[in-house]
């Protein structure tokens, strides 16, 4: 009776290490994604704010079109003709 409580003890300590290495690894892939997403992000934003990169907006018919308003969020000198 003993060695099948000791074999059930083996196998429940081995799982258990399975189990945790496995939590701790996806636990280490889950931060390496999100310091990378950080870092993708504030790439992006970096590169927004360059004077050659054109924003576009969603018109009112569905068609993504470049922003009417600078940087500074007044509205150009230049108007789209509709």
């Not at 429940?12 to 189990?19: E, H, K, S, T, V």
């Not at 310091?35 to 970096?46: G, I, K, L, P």
């Amino acid at each position: 009776m003993s060695a099948i409580l000791l074999r059930l003890l083996i196998y429940a300590i081995i799982g258990g290490m399975i189990y945790f290495s496995i939590k701790r690894i996806l636990s280490d892939w889950k931060k390496q994604f999100r310091a990378d997403d950080q870092s993708r992000r504030e790439r992006d934003r970096h590169e927004a704010q360059r004077p050659d990169v054109v924003t576009l907006k969603k018109d009112k018919d569905g068609v993504f079109r470049p922003d009417s308003t600078g940087k500074s969020g007044q509205k150009r000198d230049r108007e789209r003709p509709d």
